[in-house]
């Protein structure tokens, strides 16, 4: 279903009146936090998420957010870039709310349409590892996110952006991007954050490493894998921009300077510690924005956000301050 922009949205006919939010005070080191305002919810439902595993609860969970007064209009995804399309439709229209039922592949879709908009986007964790709602605290169980439409605040954040693609999470340059290009979608569903693991290992001895250099106003970095963090959680167990903060108006960037086995295998395992960043093969630092250059003729290096492929170097990675309110506990 197409949102008309500038229309108004879809409307059903709920039990009871939503009751009025008050308004919020600062977060210590953090953005403005707010309750949350208006009954108008769009969600966007990626029902294929999680291997559809919650497909059939999804009706159960739009019913329980009627329950405390929200005028709920659902939109289905079916193909990569609709939940973009949706979220910035369902800006133009008016709604209050943008509510994500998926993982953190539609969650990614779904910032790219809000960013810089005023509408607070809402999370319900459907997929495989669901890193951005491990990050903001939000429940991992469906029916326990819904419930933070109720009782949450709306908070900004800041976004990453890479090139012309926003990120939440990250922006990895090289090795696991190269990973997140090659992975086998039902690999991912059956062995959920094994399957990098398992997928990266395969991949690294199947290619060579291409140098990048990153270049800012701090410093310049040659390396073969750079990561450049918005958030302290990367996925799952590892935490490769561990002192990352998501109100600082900084990314963290760590830099991987020897692409040898030994050095890889250290790094990965060291990363499940957060005990890398001081070694002296990786380069760790904060910066507003950078440049990220292949230094080897010819070489295509890729680079993914939030997991998923975003583009090939050279790019630009900068930090976008408080570009998205987000429902939180």
Not at 22 to 33: E, F, K, L, Y
Not at 67 to 85: L, Q
Not at 118 to 135: D, F, K, S, Y
Not at 184 to 203: C, V
Request: with cysteine; proline share 5%.
């Amino acid at each position: 279903m197409r949102l008309r922009a500038g229309g108004e949205p879809p409307r059903r006919r709920v039990a009871a009146a939503r009751p009025r939010r008050g308004g919020g005070r600062g977060r210590p080191g953090g953005g403005r936090v707010t309750r949350v305002h208006g009954s108008r919810l769009a969600a966007i439902v990626n029902p294929e998420s999680g291997g559809g595993e919650y497909a059939g609860e999804v009706p159960l969970l739009l019913a329980a957010l009627e329950g405390y007064g929200y005028e709920v209009a659902r939109f289905d995804t079916a193909a990569a870039g609709d939940a973009t399309r949706l979220a910035r439709e369902a800006v133009a229209a008016g709604f209050d709310v943008v509510c994500t039922v998926g993982g953190d592949g539609t969650v990614n879709e779904t910032v790219n349409g809000l960013a810089g908009s005023n509408v607070p986007l809402a999370i319900v964790p459907t997929g495989t590892v669901n890193v951005l709602a491990m990050e903001l605290g939000i429940p991992l169980e469906p029916a326990d996110a819904v419930r933070l439409l109720e009782s949450g605040t709306v908070s900004w954040i800041d976004l990453g952006l890479a090139g012309e693609r926003y990120f939440t999470l990250m922006a990895g340059v090289g090795m696991d991007a190269a990973v997140v290009a090659s992975l086998n979608p039902r690999l991912k569903r059956l062995l959920r954050e094994a399957a990098f693991a398992i997928h990266g290992a395969h991949t690294y001895f199947q290619r060579e490493e291409a140098r990048i250099r990153v270049s800012c106003a701090e410093r310049e970095v040659e390396g073969y894998f750079a990561v450049f963090g918005n958030s302290s959680n990367y996925g799952g167990a590892f935490g490769i921009t561990p002192l990352a903060d998501m109100r600082d108006g900084l990314l963290d960037v760590c830099v991987l300077k020897d692409a040898s086995f030994l050095s890889t295998v250290w790094y990965w395992t060291a990363a499940l510690l957060n005990a890398h960043i001081s070694h002296p093969k990786v380069e760790y630092f904060r910066t507003d924005r950078a440049l990220v250059e292949a230094l080897d003729p010819g070489a295509e290096v890729l680079v993914q956000t939030d997991g998923e492929l975003a583009g090939r170097l050279p790019m630009e990675c900068r930090v976008v301050p408080q570009a998205l309110r987000v429902v939180v506990p």
